[in-house]
């Protein structure tokens, strides 16, 4: 079978593929590549990762020169030079200097496989194209854009496994994840009754009050944070 054909990178500009698991790293690289531009845009999985980077990148540049863009939030300034967006949103009628997309093994996906690949097959930036994602992204990038450059990262951090725990005997600063949304009200109804404080953050929470909630943490209001696997997608969080 044909392979489909790859949008080739401009002229004189480069397409590289930054993999590595989680906590590599390649996200923080990508916006200082991006902020190195004159104009870019990035593309994140889910809309808590694309707010996370906006808010990032509008403490770096004036507010006026940062767009978001989501299936929920549009702030949209009349002159912003850098687009922050999911990666369904991405307007990519735009011209930039730079483009990146987060996550690029979500290819695979068999619900939102079909937009990653398109990116990784039509998306350029006029100067940089940077894909970033899990090694398990090589085989696809290697055989669909031949001539990009692969790099790898290797994780700041090392993971250990610690056993089993009790929920209530948890140390202070844990986040914990669930799959199920009911179970995630349930877990923080009984680390409030019995610890305190905790925030929840799932994808089908109001923006607003998603990122409410992720404050609360953050900023240290409550010590637990009970989650949807929302957060698992390199979200950076005190834990």
Known sequence: MDLPRALPAPDGSTITAVLGPTNTGKTHLAVERMLGHKT???????????????????????????????????????????????????PLEKTVDFLAVDEIQLAADPERGHVFTDRLLRARGEEETMFLGSETARPLISRLLPDASITNRPRFSILSHAGQKKLTKLPRRTAIVDFSADRVYAIAELIRRQ???????????????RNAQVALYQNGDVDYLIATDAIGMGLNMDV
């Open 195 to 209: 610890r305190g404080g905790a925030a929840v953050v799932m994808g089908a929470l109001s923006p607003r009050t």
């Open 40 to 90: 870019g845009m990035i593309g994140q999985p889910l809309r808590l990762l694309a707010r996370e980077v906006y808010d990032r990148i509008r403490k770096r540049v004036s507010p006026s020169e940062v767009a978001l863009m989501t299936g929920e939030e549009k702030i949209v300034p009349p002159h912003a030079r850098y687009f922050v967006c999911t990666t369904e949103s991405m």
